[in-house]
Each structure stands twice: as C-alpha cells, then as structure tokens.
C-alpha cells in the first residue's frame, strides 16, 4: 500500500501515523501534491464533512508586550507599525465580536498581549465574556491571555470562557531559539492548567519560522499529545521590525503539505487555517479547505486579512459550508468521550483543555526564529523558498482600537 492510501486509512481509523510518515508527506513532490490533498481531504470529510468553522479575533490589548517572541509583531523592542492599545472596555470588545458573529463567526477569540494575566485581568475578560454572551448566550468565546497562574483557568471557566488558546508555536528543540524570556515548558503547563480546569484546549504552531521538517513534525506529534480540541496552523507573517522580517521560507505549496500533515496526525480534531492564509497560500486558499475544517473570519491581530465577504464567497465556491451554531465542531466520538464543552455552543469539547489559535504572539500567528544552518539545509532538501511578498502583509488599521468598522 503506498504512503498516501496508508495515510487515509490510518486516519479514517484515527491511528497515529509514524514519524517517517508524517515526514514523507511534507517531502512530497509537486507532481503528488493534488493527491495529498485528496488524501487529507477523504480523512478531513469522514470526520467534519465538508462544513468550515468561522473563528473571530478580538485583540483586547495590542502590543507594547514585555516578552521576546521573534516571531511576534508586538514583541518587546518591535518597530512594526502596530496598532497599540491597552486593554479594551467591555462593551469595545462585545460590540467587535459581535461584528464577527454577524458574519458568521461561532467562536471569538479574546487576544491579550502580555506574558500572562493579573488577577485584575481575569476580572476584566469575564466581564467581557459576560457581555458577549449576554448579546449571544450560543458564541464561542475561547480566550488567549498568555501564561496562566495557578486557578485563573478555573476563573476563565466559571465565568463561562469555553475554550483557552496557547500555543506550542515550534518544537521544544528550538523553542530558545524563538524566545527566551519564557520557556516551551511554560506553554506545555498552561494548556495543562486549562485542560485541567475543564477548558477546550486549544494549541497549535507557526510554520515558516526556518525549522526543519523534523521540527514541524515534532511539534504536530507534541501537539497531538496533549488532546486539544483544535490546533490552528499558523503561517509566518515576517513583519517589517521583527527579526523575522526576512523570513519568507513558505510557498503555497509547502503550506498545503504542512496542512495536510497535521491533518493526518489529527485526524479528527479540529484543523484551522490560522495568521498567514492570505499571505502564503494565497490563491491556493480554497485546496486549504479540503484539509482544514476552520479558519478565522476577517482580520488578524496585528493585520489584516481579506474582506469577510470574500471568505464567505470563497467557502461557498469551493462548495463548502459555514458550519451553524447548532452543528457540533468535532465528531461524536469526542464530544462523547469529554462530555462536551458545555453550554449550548456545542463546541465539541473536552470537559479538559484549552485555548485557540489567535493571530500573533504568545497566542497565534506571527512569527518565526531566524535560520539556522539546519533551517537552510532543510529549505535547500524541499527545493522551497518563496519570494518575499510584504506587498500581501497590510498592518490592521480598522475594528477593535480604531474609530473604523471591523472586517467582517
Ligand atoms: S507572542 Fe504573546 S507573549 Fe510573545 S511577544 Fe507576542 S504578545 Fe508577547
């Protein structure tokens, strides 16, 4: 049985693939590239059908953040032209995450740059999560704060957070060398505390940051260790001021076999196209759908991404669907298993975990670490690079902080 028929079948049973596996996907060729997709894409519809879950980023607090992340456009000493703001009202963040429920949206994510959360912090996002809810009481609300302390996911959850984001972004091996002012344990423990807490657990990774094939690979399978509900891909966005900034290691092609590894690892948990979509894999978004079952509608973090209304025509056209407030994200056998993540957001849950997939820093998509002599060699054995297409990458100027109306 060749590689790809082995792929399918591992993952219409939810077997784990081997390492030399997941490994052969991404070193596929371009000749092969319309049957990796197919293959993830059999393995995508047995468990999500061909429904596309909308996810909507509320940046509450924008740069000006303390720690390092290379990857991150409001990392400490960043000269990216951010928008900066400190933390939003309650009422600012409800009336953003509505815009994005309007357009469809059933999750909000509630982004915070920072290390972590004070106490006063919890304080503010559950009143925030109140006023949501209150406009909407079935919206998904998952929050992204960074490092948690001891009884803040506990906190998040009685105030009626359904799901908590931090992400592994890369393997443990080089994680120093994307940061040094934390630690890949410290994200590994706060998962674990919001899984602990009954949170649905979101984690995923930033792919383009010059890891090898072998990083990517260990972080998916240290990803698949820890049962989050959803893993959001990130694609690096190199911005202009971040020592990332030259980092253009992605086509849309390597995006597609990057997809469809995770996909394989993960059969059946939740895969979102998160920061970088538009970026790199451009006018291949609509192959991105036959793997991934998510992505966020609308703009990012720190940029932005294409009208709301074109991500809506391009589901549409590829002849997906905008999965409902009613439709239940993960498969039965998870929701079953974990209880469901409570509410009658039907989020598909574990009683357990947390977070999800933002659109920058110690959340989501930024960023990358600058290449290493491995890096090069892995680019040169992929026959990858890309052009560096900064045209693409357009700074968020409108929604959450601005006078302008969000996209949605
Ligand atoms: S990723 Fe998060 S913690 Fe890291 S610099 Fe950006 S906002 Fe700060």
Redesign the pocket.
């Given at each position: 049985m060749d590689l790809l028929d082995t792929l399918t079948d591992k993952g219409l049973r939810r077997e784990l693939p081997t390492r030399e596996e997941a490994l052969a996907v991404l070193a596929t060729t371009d000749d092969e590239l319309l049957d990796v997709v197919a293959a993830a894409g059999r393995v995508r519809r047995q468990w999500f059908g061909r429904r596309v879950k909308l996810n909507y980023l509320v940046n509450l607090k924008s740069?000006l953040?303390?720690?390092?992340?290379s990857?991150?456009?409001?990392?400490?000493g960043?000269k990216a032209e951010i928008l900066k703001y400190t933390w939003l009202k309650p009422e600012q963040a409800a009336e953003a995450a509505a815009a994005g429920v309007a357009g469809g949206a059933k999750r909000v994510c509630l982004v915070?740059?920072?290390?972590g959360p004070t106490d006063r912090d919890i304080d503010r996002v559950a009143d925030t999560i109140a006023a949501i809810k209150d406009a909407d009481e079935q919206v998904e609300v998952c929050a992204c704060l960074?490092?948690l302390s001891d009884n803040q996911a506990e906190r998040l959850k009685a105030a009626g957070a359904d799901a908590y984001n931090h992400n592994l972004n890369t393997s443990e091996s080089t994680y120093g060398d994307i940061?040094t002012?934390?630690t890949y344990a410290d994200r590994v423990d706060t998962v674990a505390k919001a899984h602990g807490a009954g949170l649905s657990a979101c984690s995923g990774l930033i792919a383009g940051m010059g890891e090898s094939d072998a990083d990517l690979v260990d972080v998916v399978f240290a990803l698949r260790e820890l049962d989050p509900d959803s893993v959001p891909v990130n694609f690096l966005i190199p911005f202009e001021g971040t020592p990332l900034a030259e980092e253009w290691n992605l086509t849309p092609q390597r995006c597609l076999r990057i997809l469809a590894m995770v996909r394989f690892v993960c059969p059946d948990i939740e895969v979102r196209i998160a920061g970088g979509r538009e970026v790199h894999l451009r006018s291949m978004q609509p192959l991105g759908l036959h793997i991934a079952n998510s992505i966020f509608l609308g703009d990012y973090l720190t940029s932005e991404g294409q009208a709301g209304q074109a991500d809506l025509d391009m589901i549409k056209d590829a002849g997906f669907e905008v999965e409902g407030a009613e439709q239940t994200t993960l498969p039965r056998h998870r929701v079953t298993a974990a209880g469901g993540c409570g509410g009658a957001s039907a989020c598909g849950g574990h009683g357990e975990d947390a977070a999800d997939a933002c659109g920058?820093?110690?959340?989501?998509p930024?960023?990358g670490h600058s290449a290493t002599g491995a890096d090069v060699e892995a680019e040169a054995a992929a026959g990858e690079s890309d052009e560096a297409r900064t045209d693409l990458v357009r700074v968020r100027r409108r929604g959450a902080g601005t006078e302008l109306a969000p996209n949605a």
């Open positions: 740069g953040c303390p720690e390092d992340c990857y991150c456009s409001q990392r400490l960043s915070a740059s920072g290390r960074g490092l940061t002012t934390h920058t820093g110690a959340c989501g930024c960023g």
